[in-house]
């Protein structure tokens, strides 16, 4: 990964930079519409709905711009012990820089540390 990539916790002064990427990647998919991510209310609100116990989420930042993000939380419905990969987002131009395998390493850091 690029030396002026970082990887920090979510601030709420992100909150509608994140939005604004997760409203861009979503429709590059197809991924719009009844049931889709794009839709969830925390889409406006991620610093929020990740201040929860066991919760975090990370965005990916570049020269002081956000560029992606992910989290990770407990599993909805799921064994307490259990917990999922959410909302894991990157702009075009933050792809192919190695940093989805340095924001998988992030989250997974976040719950062996705080989370389980």
């Not at 604004?20 to 991924?31: D, H, S, W």
């Amino acid at each position: 990964m690029q030396d002026t990539v970082s990887i920090r916790p979510i601030q709420p002064g992100d909150d509608a930079a994140m939005a604004a990427v997760i409203r861009t990647v979503m429709p590059e998919f197809g991924a719009v519409g009844s049931g889709f991510a794009i839709n969830d209310p925390e889409v406006d609100w991620m610093s929020r709905a990740y201040a929860a116990p066991r919760h975090a989420y990370f965005v990916l930042e570049r020269d002081g711009r956000v560029l992606g993000g992910a989290g990770v939380a407990p599993l909805a419905g799921g064994d307490p012990d259990t917990c999922e990969l959410r909302k894991m987002y990157f702009l075009p131009e933050a792809r192919g820089l190695g940093a989805g395998a340095a924001m998988m390493e992030r989250c997974l850091t976040a719950v062996i540390a705080h989370l389980i």
